[in-house]
């Protein structure tokens, strides 16, 4: 111990700190999303126009879970309300871009005069975003002032106020009947560039400062404060910046859609989007990208059987209702054998460079 | 460089800490020893801003802290090392490193910072990368101690540095601890384990159920083993 630990002394050592700090994090975003981007390739491609609807359903629950991984898997509370921005989203562009002649048939009795609003779909966006931002900075004021379950019933409030508003209020949203005219301006390639520019959003998050004092405030609350944490407030940043994201779920999902309905924007969406987050791993993007594909494929392939179908000429009969009950075994496994999910700790980049260094010697 | 006057802390009806005042002065390393229970974790936190006194006054560097955030305290240069290490155990060596740093603003510094904690201590710059849950208690509570010194704070609580850890490792820590004093950094050493604690103390507290009963220099401590024994049990 012959080195100064106090005093300041300027240091040649290379050093494995900071350095291109930013430059590996966009890289490792990157790497998570390759897999998305050679999957969406593929299907545009090759797969017949079936697949295409598939894909659209894929692609927003890919940026839907990679938004919850943002609050969850950094500050590793549950949230059950995320739905509720994805509806806002979606909601506030049918509501600011529909086309005039449209709303005449479906929201004749608009309120605040929104009957007679026809904007162009970013600026729609634009808004809808901003509505997203505010409503997320309201319940974030309480949620992160919460921790645990606490928190994670405050969410589900959230969702149920939310949906109940969608239903009700049928001037404004046709309540349970379909909202439809919204202009489709998006395609499958805008989707796959707004889930991979997600993927690396979300990973930028995760190595920043504040995702890495958010991560070390989960862990160990005490030895956080200590260092002059302030965990609520990066509670509260994680929690916009995970709504954005579902928000804007919503609002490419409505303008490649056209059409949209409370019912989407509820319990089975919040299921099925966790259900992607844990199976792959909450604590990291790779884990949230993995989660989706494989349920995603997963399930699709459960529905092909459980409509009949005819192995090595034996006809099975029709089993309805088996893809609940497969998603509900795989996650019960999945839990059972890997509770960190299937990605685990790492990110897909640091899986690969572990791969190789243990290959070179 | 730190005076304390009458600090009283509560836990509801429960007295942490009954009008305990001390002071320190700069490059003195002060040990604060007591039994379990005797309120010393309850002033750490106190002098750190995690939880709030009751009554009393926190002097820190001619400023009354009393009232303000642990982040400013730790701004102006009062950090504390959690009793029980409390490593960040899933991340790694190098992100508990950056933390320690959290209230600062210069990521050069903080750079060349981590680089001398890694030359120090060698077996931290293997680990670099690697969750520092896979580090011995002894290292863990090294890079602990690290972690808190990458504020670059002029007065250091450490909180039980000894705990949990065998009285070899534990030497090793206390010589670490001393040569932090000998480069002319001031401590507050919060200890049950008193023989280690007195070896580099300018001044010795002794707390019991939360109140001051003894202070002074070391060597009278040890000259009256009835002290020792009443409030350490040996």
Request: hydrophobic share 50%; glycine share 10%.
């Amino acid at each position: 111990m012959s080195e100064s630990a106090v005093a300041a002394r300027p240091s040649d050592a290379v050093t494995p700190a900071g350095n291109g700090k930013f430059r590996r994090s966009l890289f490792g975003g990157l790497v998570t999303a390759l897999p998305v981007v050679l999957i969406g390739l593929a299907i545009l491609g090759f797969a017949p126009a079936y697949y295409m609807h598939l894909a659209l359903a894929a692609f927003v629950n890919l940026i839907i879970v990679v938004g919850l991984q943002i609050f969850m898997g950094n500050s590793n509370i549950a949230n059950l309300g995320h739905s509720a921005f994805v509806g806002v989203g979606a909601y506030g562009v049918a509501v600011l871009s529909t086309p005039l002649a449209m709303k005449k048939l479906s929201i004749p009795n608009a309120p605040f005069g929104l009957a007679f609003v026809e904007l162009n779909p970013l600026a729609a966006a634009v808004l809808a975003l901003l509505v997203v931002a505010v409503l997320a900075a309201i319940s974030g004021k309480i949620i992160s002032r919460l921790s645990g379950v606490a928190a994670t019933i405050v969410s589900l409030a959230l969702l149920i106020i939310v949906h109940s508003v969608f239903l009700n209020w049928t001037d404004l949203f046709k309540g349970n009947q379909a909202f439809f005219g919204i202009p489709k301006v998006i395609n499958l390639p805008a989707m796959l560039v707004a889930s991979v520019a997600v993927i690396v959003i979300a990973r930028l998050f995760k190595d920043s400062r504040w995702g890495l004092q958010l991560r070390a405030s989960a862990q160990s609350p005490q030895a956080a404060a200590a260092f002059g944490i302030d965990a609520k407030r990066l509670r509260l940043v994680a929690w916009v910046l995970s709504a954005l994201i579902c928000g804007l779920a919503g609002v490419l999902f409505a303008y490649f859609a056209g059409t949209i309905s409370p019912k989407l924007f509820y319990f089975q969406q919040i299921f099925i989007t966790l259900a992607m987050l844990i199976l792959g791993g909450m604590a990291t993007v790779t884990g949230a990208v993995t989660g989706v594909i494989v349920l995603s494929i997963g399930l699709e392939f459960i529905r092909s059987i459980e409509s009949g179908v005819t192995i090595a000429g034996v006809q099975l009969p029709q089993l309805l209702g088996l893809s609940g009950v497969a998603l509900g075994v795989v996650i019960v496994l999945c839990m059972a054998f890997r509770p960190g999910g299937i990605s685990g700790r790492l990110e897909l980049d640091e899986q690969l460079s572990r791969l190789f260094r243990r290959d070179a010697r | 460089m730190l005076t304390v006057e009458n600090l009283s802390v509560r836990y509801g009806a429960v007295a942490a800490v009954r009008e305990l005042s001390l002071s320190i002065e700069p490059g003195q390393l002060v040990a604060l020893l007591g039994p379990n229970g005797a309120g010393k974790s309850s002033t750490i936190n106190a002098l750190t801003g995690l939880v709030a006194p009751m009554a009393g006054r926190i002097v820190f560097d001619g400023k009354d802290i009393s009232r303000t955030r642990t982040e400013d305290r730790i701004r102006r240069g009062l950090t504390s090392t959690p009793e029980g290490r409390h490593i960040f155990a899933n991340l790694t060596v190098g992100e508990n490193l950056r933390l320690g740093a959290a209230t600062r603003r210069d990521p050069k510094g903080v750079r060349a910072d981590i680089d001398r904690f890694l030359a120090l201590f060698p077996v931290l710059s293997e680990r670099y990368a690697q969750a520092a849950g896979t580090l011995s208690g002894g290292e863990q509570q090294m890079l602990a101690i690290s972690r808190s010194l990458m504020s670059r704070p002029k007065l250091l609580l450490l909180d039980e540095p000894s705990l949990g850890l065998a009285p070899r490792i534990v030497a090793q820590i206390f010589d670490f601890i001393g040569q932090l004093k000998a480069e002319g950094m001031t401590l507050l050493v919060v200890e049950q384990n008193a023989t280690q604690a007195l070896r580099f103390a300018d001044r010795v507290y002794v707390v019991s159920s939360g109140a001051l009963r003894y202070d002074g220099p070391p060597a009278k401590l040890a000259d009256e083993h009835g002290l020792l024994n009443l409030y350490l049990g040996g």
